[in-house]
Each structure stands twice: as structure tokens, then as C-alpha cells.
Nanobody, 121 residues
Framework: QLVESGGGLVQAGGSLKLSCAGS????????MGWFRQAPGKEREFVAA????????YYADSVKGRFTISRDNAKNTGSLQMDSLKPEDTAVYYC????????????????WGQGTQVTVSS
């Protein structure tokens, strides 16, 4: 089970940090991904991190502005979002899949409920 938190309203150029809390003793065996979906658009990949945290992946649109991380001791993952733009407005979802990270949403079996991020211009 995954639960996101940390969404909200922020002005362009601002920052937000999303968190994803996982349950279960095998959290450290799962890679984590962040996806987002804006109104009228398909869900898109944002970032992913391997189960160990040693490998990270980013969409070109967020590279250099967003940072994905995880703390396996606390069963949590995070997405630090800096220099936010209005086009980052979307519902953000965290997802988990066994061991290796992936960039396709179909590769992920477990999903959180989503958290709204709104960036005003």
C-alpha cells in the first residue's frame, strides 16, 4: 500500500516535496516511480529510483529540477520539486514494482491514490 502526501498550491519558481509512504517489510525490495497526470492528458513518467536507491531516472522535462530519493529504513520515498513551472500542475502518483526501476506506468503493479500539485503563474 502506498500513500502520497505533500501536494499543494505553489507559485511558479517555488518548491514542494512529495512523500510516499509504503507498508510492509519488503519495501526495500521494490523500485519506486513517480508519475503525473494533468487534466485531459495521459499519465506520464516523472522519475524513478531503484530498490537500493543507487540508480535514478528522470524525464527530460524535470531533469535538473526534481530529485527522487528514498529511505528504506523508514519505508518512504520522496520527490523534491524545485523551480516549479505551471506546466508541472498535475496529480502526482507514486508507484512500486519489484526490484528494478522502469519508466512505463504499465510496469508498476502498486499505486498510491495521488496528490494534487498546482503551480500558479
Amino acid at each position: 500500500q502506498l500513500v502520497e502526501s505533500g501536494g499543494g498550491l505553489v507559485q511558479a519558481g517555488g518548491s514542494l516535496k512529495l512523500s510516499c509512504a509504503g507498508s510492509g517489510r519488503t519495501f526495500s525490495s521494490y523500485a519506486m516511480g513517480w508519475f503525473r497526470q494533468a487534466p485531459g492528458k495521459e499519465r506520464e513518467f516523472v522519475a524513478a529510483i531503484s530498490s537500493t536507491g543507487l540508480s535514478t531516472y528522470y524525464a527530460d522535462s524535470v531533469k535538473g529540477r526534481f530529485t527522487i530519493s528514498r529511505d528504506n529504513a523508514k519505508n518512504t520515498g520522496s520527490l523534491q520539486m524545485d523551480s516549479l513551472k505551471p506546466e508541472d500542475t498535475a496529480v502526482y502518483y507514486c508507484a512500486a514494482r519489484y526490484f528494478t526501476a522502469a519508466t512505463l506506468s504499465d510496469e508498476y503493479a502498486s499505486w498510491g491514490q495521488g496528490t494534487q500539485v498546482t503551480v500558479s503563474s
